[in-house]
């Protein structure tokens, strides 16, 4: 990286070369405070603006390049055209989760960021799962609770930022404690096998691997008895 260049320059550096290729004469693109990853873009004939999630600031110029090249194409109606490996190995990175997963959960209001609740700790259900065999703790997933119960679903997951959040409803001593390992492990999946497809138009998730889970139908159950789902 070019020490007398900001990381917004580089940025717009890149997307500028890979939108005159498509035939834009006026680019820019600088970074935003979203919650969550993603890209907002305005755009005319020849005219083309971006807003880049700032979770990407200080990411090296092929990655910029690589993800520009894959949104001109959209624009273009190119739809089937991947994030570069570039793009795809920065973002998948260990580093990535751990610099950028605080600033995200500070961004979500609902999220707590921690495993302790009232009357369980997530981290228990995480130990459990390990000593099942049916997860590998050193993925570095963190877990963590809702601020409140508002939500229908039962857990849900952020796979770039490797967090699990559980439905405040759950941190409840009378519900079994398979009911709350079964939402952890169908989000731990969704993190590990979405990491596996990121970025690729061949984002597909099936439910076939949390049947692993003994007892996975009793814990469908009681969540529909809950009126959550996964």
Known sequence: MDMNKSSEDILCEAFAEVGKAYGYEN????????????VQW?????????????YLEGAPKEAFT?????????????????????????VLAPEFAQRWRGRYINRSSSLTGEAQGDERNLQDSVNRLAEAGLIDPSEDIQVCW???????RAASCSVLFKLIAVNRVLDDANIPDFVVDYAVYTQWLRITEGRKVFGYTT??????????????????RLLDKLCLYL
């Open 42 to 54: 305005t755009r005319s004939y020849r005219m083309a603006q971006f807003r880049v999630g700032d």
């Open 27 to 38: 680019i820019t693109a600088v970074f935003g405070a979203f919650r969550d990853f993603k």
């Open 66 to 90: 690589g993800l520009a090249n894959t949104l001109f194409a959209r624009i273009a109606g190119k739809e089937d055209v991947p994030y570069s490996e570039a793009m795809r190995e920065y």
């Open 203 to 220: 984002e597909v998730y099936t439910r076939n691997k949390e049947t692993k889970f003994e007892n996975y139908e009793g814990a469908e």
């Open 146 to 152: 809702t601020k409140d119960n508002s939500s229908p």
